[in-house]
């Protein structure tokens, strides 16, 4: 009689790992972003007309200049089983910006607050990221002690998700301008 074994695998097949000499250099900074409405369906990301048609559509919603920072994001380690003593589990996503159209913008900040309707692209030197995650955002307006500091609207934007933002090339004229539909 045979006995046939089956051993399951958790493994993957892996992308191919790229190098360079002389790889190109991403500068940092969280420096645009943009809002995007969940039931909205990308065909090419880094397409200029594609953004054009969805800032016009109010399916996005670009925010041309800020400054901040995303964490990267954290992984949330859950127990393992057996001999594995942990594995892991999803992301926990934050990106911290500063908007200086603050006056202006409290009521559109006020109402993204309880939306649960946006994902979040953010754009580096050269590269947007798409989030691709429903996310939660929390502005907020703090006031300094200080005569010549500048009010901003500081917002917290956060998701869940297993994998890191996926970089696309910033599409040419999109978040180098001011958008008012």
Not at 16 to 28: A, F, G, L, R
Not at 99 to 125: C, G, H, K
Not at 142 to 149: H, R, T
């Amino acid at each position: 009689m045979s006995v046939a074994l089956y051993y399951p695998s958790c493994s993957t097949t892996l992308s191919d790992y790229n190098c360079s000499p002389c790889p190109p250099s991403e500068k940092t900074r969280v420096r645009s972003i943009a809002f995007v409405k969940n039931s909205y369906t990308w065909t090419n990301p880094a397409n200029p007309t594609e953004w054009a048609t969805a800032v016009q559509n109010q399916n996005a919603i670009v925010i041309w200049q800020t400054q901040g920072s995303y964490d990267g994001g954290n992984v949330t380690e859950l127990t393992g089983f057996g001999d594995v003593p942990f594995y892991n589990g999803n992301r926990t996503h934050t990106l911290t910006i500063k908007d200086p159209n603050a006056v202006q913008n409290i009521d559109f900040y006020n109402d993204i607050l309880n939306s649960q309707e946006y994902t979040v692209v953010y754009r580096t030197s050269s590269y947007i990221w798409l989030a691709a995650a429903p996310v939660i955002v929390t502005p907020k307006a703090p006031v300094a002690d200080d005569i010549n500091g500048q009010l901003t609207i500081e917002v917290t934007v956060k998701w869940t998700a297993p994998a890191m933002p996926t970089p696309y090339a910033t599409p040419a004229g999109i978040f180098d301008r001011c958008y008012i539909v």
